[in-house]
């Protein structure tokens, strides 16, 4: 527990001294106005430096540059003041404050690594995106932008590692990177690897969203408890919390950065009478670049929000806002001509998806329950939900009721109405993909349009309870009151409920990364460096972390490597070897050896690393058409893994023959019979024993150490699990 909390806390503290170098350069008063958020222009400011550093130099050495600046631009102020308080006490103090309430969206985020009692990354949900961002950022820390690794389709003298699929996609593709460059950077200025990282630092762009917040409000007129309500309502929203078990690290910066944007813009375009600051126009331009490097897919919701801010207000002062809202997006492209650039590649990208469907078109009433994200299954059962039960449905009808009731006040106030009409633009933009079957982009559309939804109903109820503050309506600021505390209140429970039941059980090991994986990685490193080495798992999970912890050894090789679900940047890849065998084979979950004693060179509870030499042999499960998997991704609690269909098996052994040794599988339906077979040929058959049997490898033939073989079951579809490997 200890060791996320101080990894939190250093990020929050590095955040924070790039992001005073940023307001250095602004006017006390706003300065003052702006530093409840310090830390997210810390985040702005590396997000376009290492953009433009990027072009030619790895984030290891462009952080130091990036650092470098932010000192001068510190010592210039502190020369010229010849003072260090930059802010008076109080935007200190409400700095704390936000710190505060972002610290219980944080402690939810990161509930999951405390009870696994890890900083390590973690995946509590099905979801693999954490090895996705980790294989970015551990890229960027050593290479430009503009290189793009050669994996290829097996260990050679000029491949990295697969582990860097990922970047490959990204890199290729022109996918945002603004978050991967975040973390790299922090990592080469703590020393932190990415993977002892990614979890805690996610909690930290949760801690960050209040920060956004308060600046929002106080641009759009809330007071004090306002602001903090809105904090506390995003921080806990059960679409946020949703977003970090699905470790959609990408989406959470870009959401603690929107509300800091839009303020931003609003308080540039305005004038004097209408805002309680002004910010600068580079400042405004600085954020907007750095949101659309981060989260690109941001573009047609903040956008919409950030037109309709400066489209509506005074007509008198249309013409002015129009300019300022130009000058932002012309000096956002100066200040992030690579971001931009990179943007249109994705936006391109991501629309074409969208526009194509990906799923059967939804019903209207169906997709307008898509913005439920997580809960939609509360109201519409088919959907399935996270959550169950009638006290939950009640109180999601409730929330729903209270920010409906908030969006429309804030559409009637003057002062929100601009910011609720883009909230309401993008709702129907999400509705409008959801009707044309993009299951994907709707839901994640929808996860990042309900933090503008939120904002808008808050905006909108503290704009009731500023109309309900006159004599004679002192019934009506009570209910409001009221209101707005049980819409918090529920609001925060239904999002504890998503993360509690969502989280990993602390007994089990199987979306945790433990040290057993970087403990195995160095167990390689130990290896003589021509020694031949090939990781043996059948588990997608192990698959994906274990090459992380190896992504430094280019030429090991992996026998099953599943690419199928578009981690490889190769949709085709199935294994990543040259199919010959090697002294040392790495054992882990749902691959099987048989072996003598000293044929184990480390072992802990997860990995087995064997000496081939020694009388072992290894049994891994592979598929050979990625059109048609047979082997499921994932092994269960014994690390047996499950095939729907006849399923192949790599064999490794260095013996002279395979006499004694079985192949053990269960699952099969009564009266089944299972056969083996080799190239074609059948070579052993048995029948089903209370649903198991053992398949003898006696006559299975090896050549250079290698054999593949096929078990068949004679009852269709032909599924079982395959448990064991023995030797009599």
């Known amino acids: 527990m200890v060791a996320v909390i101080v990894t939190v806390a250093l990020g929050l503290a590095v955040l924070s001294l790039f992001g005073l170098a940023v307001l250095t350069m602004v006017a006390a008063e706003v300065r003052a106005a702006l530093f409840p958020a310090l830390p997210l222009f810390g985040v702005a400011y590396l997000v376009v430096v290492l953009h433009l550093t990027g072009l030619f130099l790895p984030v290891r050495l462009g952080a130091f540059i990036a650092a470098a600046g932010a000192l001068v631009l510190l010592a210039v102020f502190i020369w010229r003041k010849r003072s260090v308080r930059l802010v008076p006490r109080a935007s200190a103090l409400a700095w704390l404050v936000t710190v505060a309430v972002g610290s219980v969206g944080a402690m939810l985020a990161v509930v999951p690594s405390l ?4 900083p390590l990354a973690i995946e509590p949900t099905v979801k693999n995106d954490a090895a996705y961002y980790v294989g970015v950022s551990k890229w960027l820390l050593s290479n430009p932008i503009t290189h793009l690794p050669n994996i290829g389709t097996a260990p050679g003298p000029d491949t990295v590692s697969p582990a860097f699929g990922p970047a490959l996609e990204s890199l290729r593709l022109g996918l945002r990177v603004g978050q991967e460059l975040t973390q790299a950077a922090l990592s080469a200025l703590t020393g932190l690897d990415p993977i002892a990282a990614f979890s805690p630092w996610l909690g930290l762009w949760v801690l960050l969203i209040p920060g956004g917040a308060w600046v929002l409000g106080t641009a759009f007129g809330l007071r004090v408890w306002g602001r903090l309500v809105l904090g506390a309502v995003l921080v806990t929203s059960f679409s946020l919390i949703n977003q970090v078990l699905n470790q959609n690290a990408d989406s959470l910066l870009g959401i603690a950065l929107v509300g800091l944007v839009v303020a931003l813009v609003a308080s540039s375009v305005r004038s004097r009478s209408q805002t309680v600051f002004r910010a600068p126009v580079w400042l405004a331009a600085l954020l907007l670049a750095s949101l659309v490097g981060t989260y690109t897919e941001y573009i047609p919701f903040a956008g919409a929000t950030l037109a309709f801010v400066v489209l509506v207000g005074p007509l008198g002062e249309l013409k002015s806002a129009l300019v300022k809202g130009v000058q932002i997006v012309g000096l956002s492209l100066v200040l992030g001509p690579f971001i931009w650039f990179r943007a249109v590649q994705n936006t391109l990208l991501v629309g074409s998806i969208a526009a194509g469907g990906a799923g059967s078109p939804s019903s209207f009433f169906d997709s307008v329950g898509h913005l439920l994200g997580p809960l939609q299954g509360l109201l519409f059962p088919a959907a399935g939900s996270v959550v169950v039960g009638l006290p939950s449905r009640l109180i999601l009808m409730f929330t729903i009721i209270c920010v409906g009731v908030g969006v429309v006040a804030a559409l009637i106030s003057r002062v929100s109405r601009a910011y609720a009409l883009g909230a309401m633009f993008s709702a129907a933009v999400v509705v409008y993909i959801a009707t044309r079957g993009a299951d994907y982009v709707t839901g994640r559309a929808s996860d990042i349009v309900m933090p503008l939804i939120l904002t808008a109903a808050v905006l909108g109820w503290f704009a009731l309870a500023r109309w309900a503050h006159v004599p004679g309506r002192s019934t009506l600021r009570g209910l409001t009151i009221v209101a707005v505390a049980v819409m918090v209140i529920a609001t925060t429970g239904l999002g504890v409920r998503v993360s509690l039941l969502n989280t990993v059980n602390e007994s089990g090991d199987d979306r945790v990364v433990t040290a057993d994986y970087l403990q195995a990685a160095s167990w390689v490193q130990k290896l003589s460096n021509d020694a031949g080495v090939t990781v043996a798992t059948g588990d997608l999970f192990q698959q994906l972390w274990l090459s ?22 190769n949709l085709s890849l199935l294994s990543y070897w040259n199919t010959a065998a090697t002294r040392y084979v790495l054992v882990g979950r749902g691959a099987f050896a048989a072996y003598d004693a000293d044929a184990v060179v480390d072992q802990n509870r997860q990995f087995t690393l064997l000496d081939m030499t020694k009388n072992a042999t290894v049994a891994v499960p592979v598929v050979t058409a990625a059109s048609s998997p047979s082997w499921l991704y994932l092994t269960d609690e014994t690390g047996a893994i499950t095939s729907v269909s006849a399923g192949s098996i790599q064999i490794l052994s260095e013996r002279h023959d395979l006499s004694g040794i079985s192949l053990n599988i269960r ?12 190239g074609g ?48």
């Open 681 to 728: 040929t059948s070579l052993e058959a048995q029948n089903a024993v209370n649903g198991r049997a053992s398949l003898r490898l006696d006559a299975v033939a090896l050549s250079q150490s290698l054999a593949e073989v096929s078990v068949a079951p004679s009852v269709e579809p032909g599924g079982f699990t395959l448990e064991s490997l023995t030797a009599r």
């Open 548 to 569: 992380e912890a190896l992504s430094d050894h280019s030429r090991v090789g992996y026998v099953n490597l599943r690419g199928d679900l578009g981690y490889r940047a």
């Open 115 to 118: 009870i696994a009692r890890s």
């Open 667 to 678: 699952g099969l339906s009564a009266g089944d019979a299972v056969t083996l077979s080799q």
